[in-house]
Nanobody, 111 residues
Framework: QVQLVESGGGLVQAGGSLRLSCTAS????????VAWYRQAPGKQRESVAR???????NYADSVKGRFTISRDNAKNTLYLQMNSLQPEDTGVYYC?????WGQGTQVTVSS
């Protein structure tokens, strides 16, 4: 069983930055496509960033130019750098690889 442990969420003012981390209990990120999702209150979970094994990235239109997904294979860790945060970025953020999900980390952006 693979465990994904997330950290880095919190409360930030609009325009601020946060970096989310997701550490896996085993080598898995380097072997699979990975993604970050978020779920805003009252809304469905949506994909915000994806990273393929070959290094190709894909972002939701709402976060393009502000969010960056990356991974450190040596640390079995996936990152999401979030800049210029806006109140609409508020939600619970989840990392995902194959069928495994992190526990979620809350991001709250105040106006």
């Amino acid at each position: 069983q693979v465990q994904l442990v997330e950290s880095g969420g919190g409360l930030v003012q609009a325009g601020g930055s946060l970096r989310l981390s997701c550490t896996a209990s085993t080598i898995i990120f380097s072997l699979n496509n990975v993604a970050w999702y978020r779920q805003a209150p009252g809304k469905q979970r949506e994909s915000v960033a994806r990273l393929t094994v070959s290094g190709t990235t894909n972002y939701a239109d709402s976060v393009k130019g502000r969010f960056t997904i990356s991974r450190d294979n040596a640390k079995n860790t996936l990152y999401l750098q979030m800049n210029s945060l806006q109140p609409e970025d508020t939600g619970v953020y989840y990392c995902n690889v194959v069928v495994y999900w992190g526990q979620g980390t809350q991001v709250t952006v105040s106006s």
